[in-house]
């Protein structure tokens, strides 16, 4: 235990190191380090430092080499702003990558491997440095609740849970290029250093605060907020006015906080200036803030993506306040403020869900408050040992449902895009992903549905696989082995069945097989001038129940380039002659959707 309390950081990194070759396979094509708005963070270093092309022409050339071609891997982040072209993404977390990314490209040119800045070196070494950052937030939120002279077993509990009950596992081990993992580490680190001068007054603490909040700001500008959290760090009015005056009045300490405030801000500043000629610049175009209508309870209790839903140690910190309430007034109407106003700006988002893949991803930036406020909720049952072994099994519980929600997250057990009640209750207890496809009705704006039960001759492809051996349904089904090793299939004309720019081919059967691991296989196929374009297998092995029907559902979004594809194939085959596998009640339905889901 006296080791674990000791070094809690380091013993929590060995940790997540192990989960992250266990998790994470850079070397795949959809799983590499370098996604999603991560490119657009990370694209600052490589058009500098590589390709000397602010103008980021080159973005295509790595997209088609190491992902997959398709509009959910690629990430569009040029934005013209007055005919110029800037990279959308703020500057800062490129700062903070800027040491990884250039190890990796010494160890890339020294071992003759590809130094294009995406090969698989940089991959790894960016999952590195979201490893890292989490470490250093580790170690400074307990530094900082040590400053704060809470009791050292329970800094490392509390830093157990922070790794371990909340969504911060995922977006560094998963989504490591998402900025929320450095962001913990860099709030942990200023309230650190605001916490230190306001307790000991050496100037370079409030210098080193300074630097850290204008790369906080120049990493998410909205993060700014966190300005707020200063008179709750300083416990008083009078502990924030003395070491305030202190800085106004010493015309050096003030020129080096100003300086060291500045350096990240003018840089992004000096960047946009390079690439548009402008200082000052909105880089999202009409995405912005809706502050007349925000989403404040949905972010916070939403089934799709609420906070205190996935995360609900983050509720369980709001107990804080009521210490706070109790014994600390100034504090209490500080850090219930900060929340508020921190709540109600996220929520005004424009898409208040951040597109996040494990609940809401944007909270994790705090999570070096939300430590502070744990330590305070710890006080109030301290002194009553009755609680003491109630409160440790919560506690673990709630690591134990974080951790199934984490595994049922990266293996899709709870599907991307929108997610309901009835989705979460279904993917509950799951380790498998149910063999159901959703796409909400409301967004369905068109759908064109073939539908064969087999009772009768629908004019599909090889009708002689039907059969009255068994069936789920009615009297007939299909049977692959009876003619060669295809079932009965659909050869369809849809040349004009999408009509969005999001479409859909989403299938369902009934199946049966006397074995447990089935070697069926269902096909999706897309022609184009007889000529196969768009070949989907879907391997019935993970679906397949021994002697028993059982229900299959799988769903594939198709590429912008193959939506005018001339006809569709739906089929399944089976190579196994020993098997005896049957499907029944074989839908296909065609969905063209008004909105990416």
């Known amino acids: 235990m006296d080791i674990f309390v000791k070094y809690a950081p380091e013993i929590i990194l060995l940790i997540y190191v192990l989960l992250f070759f266990m998790v994470k396979q850079p070397n795949h094509p959809h799983d590499r380090v370098i996604i999603s708005d991560g490119k657009s963070y990370y694209g600052y270093l490589t058009a500098i430092f590589i390709y000397n092309d602010l103008s980021y022409s080159f973005i295509e050339d790595y997209e088609s080499k190491y992902y997959p071609d398709h509009p959910s891997i690629f990430k569009e982040f040029r934005y013209k702003y007055k005919g110029e072209t800037l990279n959308k993404g703020f500057p800062g977390l490129a700062f903070l990558l800027l040491p990884f990314f250039l190890i990796a490209h010494l160890i890339a040119l020294l071992c003759g491997l590809p130094a294009d800045g995406y090969s698989l070196i940089y991959q790894y070494f ?12 580790l170690r400074f939120t307990r530094k900082m609740l040590a400053v704060f002279s809470f009791n050292p077993k329970t800094i490392a509990f509390i830093l157990f849970l922070i790794a371990f009950a909340t969504n911060i596992i995922y977006y560094t081990l ?41 790369l906080i700001v120049a990493t998410r500008p909205t993060n700014g907020l966190f300005i707020l959290l200063v008179p709750f760090v300083a416990g008083s009015w009078n502990n924030l006015k003395l070491p305030l005056k202190n800085i106004f009045s010493d015309k050096k300490l003030f020129a080096k906080v100003l300086t060291a405030g500045l350096i990240f801000p003018f840089a992004t500043a000096l960047i946009w200036y390079v690439q548009t000629g402008f200082w000052i610049v909105w880089s999202y175009g009409e995405e912005g803030f809706n502050f007349l209508n925000p989403q404040f309870f949905k972010i916070l209790f939403s089934f799709n993506r609420g906070w205190f839903i996935y995360t609900p140690l983050a509720l369980v910190s709001l107990t804080g306040f009521i210490w706070l309430y109790k014994h600390d007034r100034f504090r209490f109407v500080w850090g219930l403020f900060f929340m508020v106003i921190f709540v109600y700006v996220a929520s005004s988002w424009w898409v208040w869900t951040y597109t996040s893949n494990f609940g809401q991803r944007t909270f994790i930036d705090l999570y070096a408050f939300i430590a502070l406020l744990l330590v305070f909720s710890s006080k109030l049952f301290i002194t009553k ?35 309901s009640f009835d989705i979460y209750r279904d993917s509950f207890f799951r380790l498998k992903p149910l063999p159901k496809v959703y796409y909400p009705e409301g967004y369905i704006f068109s759908r064109q549905k073939f539908f064969n039960d087999f009772e009768q001759d629908y004019n599909w492809l090889n009708f002689e696989s039907v059969t009255d051996e068994r069936a789920y349904e009615g009297r007939y089904s299909s049977k692959t082995g009876l003619s060669g090793i295809y079932s009965i299939g659909l050869y369809a004309e849809i040349d004009t069945c ?100």
């Not at 960016?126 to 937030?137: D, H, I, K, Q, R």
């Not at 001068?197 to 080193?208: C, E, L, N």
């Not at 009755?386 to 099994?393: E, G, H, Q, Y």
Request: net charge positive; proline share 4%.
């Open 126 to 137: 960016m999952g590195f440095s979201a490893l890292f950052y989490f470490w250093v937030g």
């Open 498 to 597: 999408f009509k969005t720019d999001y479409n859909r081919i989403r299938v369902s059967s009934r199946i049966f097989s006397d074995k447990k691991f089935s070697s069926g296989v269902l096909v999706i196929q897309l022609d184009k001038e007889n000529k196969a374009v768009f070949y989907q297998p879907f391997f019935m092995k993970d679906f397949s129940k021994k002697n028993r029907w059982s229900y299959v559902e799988v769903g594939v979004p198709v590429p912008d380039t193959l939506k005018n594809a001339d006809h569709l194939r739906v089929y399944f085959h089976n190579e196994d002659k020993e098997e005896e596998f049957f499907i029944d009640n074989l839908q296909i339905e065609l969905l063209s959707l008004s909105i990416d889901y």
């Open 385 to 419: 040992p009755a609680w003491k072994i109630p409160l440790i099994v919560f506690f673990f519980l709630i690591v134990a449902l974080n951790s199934l929600q984490f595994y049922q997250h990266y293996t899709f057990v709870f599907p991307p895009g929108q997610t």
């Open 174 to 214: 998963k989504e490591g290029m998402m900025t929320h993992v450095y962001n913990f580490g860099m709030l942990a680190a200023f309230l650190f250093y605001i916490k230190s001068y306001f307790t000991i007054g050496r100037q370079h603490y409030i210098v080193m605060a300074a630097l850290l909040f204008g």
